[in-house]
């Protein structure tokens, strides 16, 4: 049977050192795929999972005695959403995954030190992982020393925790785009760049819940739907008025000129002095340095179709 397809994300972030040095980050060794009874992971998320979070300790399900020490509301919940997942799985892993990201060189100094995983947690047996799903390649990875798994999760942190976010049947795929916990990848997809039709296979079919035709923003023409659509919505358009007046006069994308553009200024500047309304997407982080430059190099090269 074929295996679900799935999206990974990942999420730029600014670390302040603290303890042992991340070091370098292999970015493709940090995206390997394994599969945990038929769900996809990034091994270094598999490894937390299995270690850290599961059921036990830094789940959010886990209470009382189930957490055995762990401090209440530190939750490294990174489990995959999948067919069955719920809006509260939403919430659970965007929580979880900031959480894993801000958390990197504290986390990480626990583990090099040896203090986490403790006691038997840190001798449970391997998990079934397999290459891919039918594990026709008989590639389990069973056998790791402790070493290696530790510096799998090294690397892993280090290259800002990607993770696989959602199976394609989970209800809550495109929900998990739309957080945009960063550039979203997927196998044979290229990475996000300045040009159009990148951007809106990247970055503004994530948006169409809120920008579509049926959307709750539908009377304000901003409509992501298909590329040409958002396309004229977007380029030359004024800012829309109403509720957000305050962003009036202003030019959605302003051809040339991304400093000036809305698009640009929503999708990189935090909520605050010197932006109209509120930062987006509405329901997660900002996007990551790698989608911003994309628009902003989009923008000044012309903002063409």
């Not at 809006?87 to 995954?97: D, E, K, M, P, Y």
């Not at 894993?100 to 986490?116: H, P």
């Not at 590329?227 to 006069?249: H, I, N, R």
Request: proline fraction near 6%; aromatic fraction near 6%; charged fraction near 15%.
């Amino acid at each position: 049977m074929r295996a679900a397809a799935f999206v990974v994300f990942v999420m730029s972030l600014s670390v302040v050192a603290c303890g042992p040095d991340l070091g370098n980050c292999d970015a493709d060794a940090a995206k390997t795929i394994v599969f945990l009874n038929g769900t996809p992971y990034v091994e270094g998320q598999a490894l937390l999972y299995q270690s850290c979070a599961g059921t036990t300790c830094h789940a959010s399900g886990a209470v009382g005695e189930g957490r055995t020490g762990a401090p209440h509301g530190l939750n490294f919940d990174v489990q995959p959403l999948t067919k069955s997942a719920t809006a509260a799985n939403l919430s659970v892993l965007r929580s979880g995954i900031n959480e894993v990201r801000g958390e990197a060189d504290e986390l990480w100094a626990v583990i090099d030190s040896g203090e986490m995983p403790p006691g038997k947690a840190g001798d449970r047996p391997d998990l079934p992982w397999f290459k891919d799903a039918a594990g026709t390649m008989n590639a389990m990875l069973t056998g790791l020393d402790l070493s290696e798994a530790r510096d799998k999760v090294r690397n892993w942190l280090a290259c800002q925790a990607p993770i696989v976010a959602a199976t394609s049947d989970s209800p809550l795929a495109s929900q998990a785009k739309a957080m945009q916990l960063g550039s979203v990848m997927e196998p044979g997809v290229s990475p996000i760049n300045g040009t159009f039709q990148s951007i809106y296979d990247n970055l503004l079919t994530t948006c169409r819940d809120c920008h579509g035709p049926t959307s709750p923003y539908k009377n304000q023409a901003l409509n992501f739907s298909t590329k040409d659509t958002a396309y004229m919505s977007l380029v030359g358009k004024p800012a829309f008025s109403g509720a957000q007046a305050e962003c009036s006069g202003r030019t959605l994308v302003t051809k040339g000129d991304c400093t000036t553009s809305l698009l640009y200024q929503k999708l990189s500047l935090p909520t605050g002095p010197g932006l109209c309304g509120v930062a987006m997407p509405l329901t997660g982080s900002m996007i990551s340095t790698d989608a911003q430059k994309a628009v902003c190099d989009w923008i000044t090269a012309g903002a063409m179709p």
